[in-house]
C-alpha cells in the first residue's frame, strides 16, 4: 500500500509543481540531479600588444588606420560613402575572424532591464554605465536598456611579432624602381 500511495504523491506532486518534495525523495532513496553549467574560461584583458596586433589586423585587411587617419574633408560624400562600404565590410570581416564579440546584456533596446535579470552585479561598475536621472546613491534595480554593450569572449589574432617592432601597425611599404 505505501508504494501506491508513494506513486500517486509522486504524480500530483509532478503534475502541480514540476518536482518532488525532499522528504518523498529521501523515503524512495532516490538523489536530487545537479546540473553543472560550464563557467567559460575568463578572457584576459587586452595588452598594449593585443591592441597594437588588433590595429595591424585590420589595418592589413581592410585599411581602417589609414581610413581614419586621412583627411577627408576634401572628398565628396559619394566618394567617402564608396570607401565607407569596403572598408567596413573587410573591417567586419577582419573583426569578426580574430574578435568573437557578445552583448554584456541580451536583451532588447528600449525596455526595463532589472540588473539582476540580466546577470549584473550593481558594484561592478565596468560592465555597465548608468545614464539620465541618476540617485544620489549610484545604485538602482532597474533602468531602460540604451546600449546593450560588448564584451569579448575569445581573440584570436595573428601571432606577435617581434619585441622590438611590436608597436608597429603596418610597415612602410617602398617601391623599388
Do not use: C
Not at 574578435?99 to 532589472?114: F, H, M, Q
Not at 584570436?156 to 624602381?177: G, N, T, Y
Amino acid at each position: 500500500m505505501p508504494r501506491l500511495f508513494h506513486a500517486i504523491r509522486a504524480f500530483l506532486s509532478l503534475l502541480f509543481s514540476g518536482r518532488l518534495p525532499d522528504d518523498l525523495v529521501l523515503e524512495l532513496g532516490l538523489m536530487k540531479r545537479v546540473t553543472l553549467t560550464p563557467t567559460p574560461a575568463a578572457v584576459p584583458p587586452p595588452s598594449g600588444d593585443t591592441a597594437v596586433r588588433l590595429l595591424a589586423a585590420l589595418q592589413q585587411e581592410a585599411r581602417l588606420v589609414d581610413f581614419l587617419l586621412e583627411d577627408i574633408a576634401a572628398y565628396t560624400d559619394e566618394q567617402v560613402g564608396a570607401a565607407v562600404r569596403d572598408v567596413h565590410a573587410k573591417s567586419r570581416d577582419a573583426l569578426e575572424r580574430h574578435v568573437k564579440l557578445a552583448p554584456v546584456i541580451d536583451g532588447v533596446e528600449g525596455t526595463l532591464t532589472r540588473l539582476e535579470a540580466a546577470g549584473l552585479d550593481p558594484k561592478d561598475k565596468l560592465s555597465y554605465r548608468l545614464l539620465g536621472n541618476i540617485p544620489a546613491s549610484a545604485e538602482v534595480e532597474a533602468a531602460v536598456l540604451r546600449h546593450r554593450g560588448w564584451k569579448v569572449t575569445r581573440i584570436d589574432l595573428p601571432p606577435q611579432p617581434a619585441a622590438d617592432k611590436a608597436k608597429v601597425v603596418a610597415p612602410a611599404e617602398l617601391e623599388v624602381e
